[in-house]
């Protein structure tokens, strides 16, 4: 992840919570109030945001310290202690929310992921996600991704041609879109093709897409239509896929498997903090 766009990405999270203050801990807190708080994983499953963690409290109050015990893409189970965070009781409480949402979504993504991943053994299927990120927090929920073990799909329309059915259609056909695509793109962007029959892969194929993504087709479809794409044409599987049936897509022959839910719908992680202890901020205390 890049540091400086993860900080800049917090503050403004931070300044959308915490407004001028934060009225609940100002009121009944001392700026020399200070201690310790834990978060817990109150169920088991991949730990991703580290970063958050250390960075995050830091931008709050630079006199907080943290001690994250795990690394990205541990596992963790239930009732194990993830990190110890020290300070003021008004930092604490002030970047808790926001730092704990972020880490439960990331991590819930990773577990998300992993568990897709562990569906392909065996076959040369491999797991990836697609835009279907919350925005704002795209570069977090992708890094999530890859700390599951997963890949990333493109990042952005900036980074990749994808060729979908409205483009097609706008275009008068897949020939078309390509030749376009071709004629205005250099050498290094890849141009992927979305198809839904088989005679929309022929097609595909003839002109000269690098991906072909089979979108809503069955497994049977796409074991069924694979030999007819070369050898040297990336394929793709997309669309309605869900954990119980990845395994079929995969056994089909596949390159490639992407799914929308691993951002879309997942499932935050449970993780808690609680209080471990309280005190007194000692004179010089960092």
């Given at each position: 992840?890049?540091?400086?766009?993860?900080?800049?990405?917090?503050?403004a999270?931070?300044?959308?919570?915490?407004?001028?203050?934060?009225l609940?801990?100002?009121?009944?807190f001392s700026?020399?109030?200070?201690?310790?708080?834990s978060?817990?994983?109150?169920?088991?499953?991949?730990?991703?945001?580290?970063?958050?963690?250390?960075?995050?409290?830091?931008?709050?109050?630079?006199?907080?310290?943290?001690?994250?015990?795990?690394q990205?893409?541990?596992?963790?189970?239930?009732?194990?202690c993830l990190?110890?965070?020290?300070?003021?009781?008004?930092?604490?409480?002030?970047?808790?929310?926001?730092?704990?949402?972020?880490?439960?979504?990331?991590s819930?993504?990773?577990?998300?992921?992993a568990?897709?991943?562990?569906?392909?053994?065996?076959?040369?299927?491999?797991?990836?996600?697609?835009r279907?990120?919350v925005?704002?927090?795209?570069m977090?929920?992708?890094?999530?991704?890859?700390?599951?073990g997963?890949?990333?799909?493109?990042?952005?329309?900036?980074?990749?041609i994808?060729?979908?059915?409205?483009?097609?259609?706008?275009?008068?056909?897949?020939?078309?879109a390509?030749?376009?695509?071709?004629?205005?793109?250099?050498?290094?962007?890849?141009?992927?093709?979305?198809?839904?029959s088989?005679?929309?892969l022929?097609?595909?194929?003839?002109?000269?897409?690098?991906?072909?993504?089979?979108d809503?087709?069955?497994?049977?479809?796409?074991?069924?239509?694979?030999p007819?794409?070369?050898a040297?044409?990336?394929t793709?599987a997309?669309?309605?896929?869900?954990?119980e049936?990845?395994r079929?897509?995969?056994l089909?022959?596949?390159g490639?498997?992407?799914?929308?839910?691993?951002?879309?719908?997942v499932?935050?992680?449970?993780?808690?903090?609680?209080?471990?202890?309280?005190?007194?901020?000692?004179?010089?205390?960092?």
């Amino acid at each position: 992840m890049n540091g400086m766009k993860l900080d800049d990405m917090l503050k403004a999270f931070f300044i959308e919570d915490i407004g001028d203050r934060d009225l609940t801990g100002e009121s009944i807190f001392s700026e020399h109030e200070a201690g310790t708080f834990s978060f817990w994983a109150k169920e088991a499953g991949i730990f991703c945001g580290r970063a958050v963690i250390e960075r995050g409290f830091r931008l709050v109050d630079e006199t907080i310290s943290t001690s994250v015990l795990k690394q990205d893409g541990d596992q963790v189970k239930k009732g194990e202690c993830l990190a110890r965070i020290t300070g003021p009781y008004r930092s604490l409480l002030a970047g808790e929310r926001v730092i704990l949402n972020l880490v439960q979504r990331m991590s819930g993504i990773a577990t998300a992921a992993a568990a897709a991943v562990k569906e392909t053994e065996g076959t040369r299927a491999r797991i990836c996600d697609t835009r279907k990120t919350v925005p704002g927090l795209r570069m977090l929920e992708k890094y999530a991704v890859r700390t599951g073990g997963a890949f990333n799909h493109r990042n952005g329309l900036y980074d990749a041609i994808m060729l979908k059915d409205n483009h097609i259609a706008f275009a008068g056909g897949i020939k078309q879109a390509v030749t376009k695509a071709k004629q205005s793109c250099g050498h290094t962007i890849k141009i992927e093709v979305e198809i839904e029959s088989e005679e929309q892969l022929k097609e595909a194929v003839q002109a000269g897409a690098d991906i072909i993504m089979f979108d809503n087709c069955t497994p049977a479809q796409i074991e069924a239509w694979l030999p007819i794409v070369p050898a040297h044409i990336e394929t793709e599987a997309s669309g309605g896929i869900e954990l119980e049936t990845i395994r079929d897509y995969a056994l089909t022959g596949i390159g490639w498997i992407s799914l929308g839910a691993l951002t879309h719908s997942v499932q935050a992680l449970d993780i808690s903090a609680r209080v471990e202890m309280k005190g007194e901020v000692l004179h010089g205390i960092n």
